[in-house]
């Protein structure tokens, strides 16, 4: 089954030295060309032992079905 369509996410990330890193795992994760609208942003998450907290948003796509 395709995956859905991923229309935006925002990245959360309580240590900005994390972003590169953050970055080229994205990259990697992410089919060429299909990457969303995105926003990342430098903030402390409720649990500390998380390194990262990603929010999307994403649309099925029409079945001609």
């Known amino acids: 089954q395709p995956l859905p369509l991923l ?3 925002r990245c959360y990330l309580p240590q900005a030295q994390d972003l590169a890193r953050f970055n080229e795992i994205w ?3 992410l089919p060429t ?3 969303p609208v995105r ?4 903030a402390a998450l409720t649990n500390p032992l998380m390194r990262v907290e990603i ?4 649309a ?3 079945s001609a079905h």
């Open 33 to 35: 060309g299909c990457a």
């Open 7 to 9: 229309v935006c996410c």
């Open 60 to 62: 099925r796509r029409h």
């Open 55 to 58: 929010q999307a948003m994403a």
């Open 27 to 29: 990259e990697a994760w």
């Open 39 to 42: 926003a990342c942003i430098h």
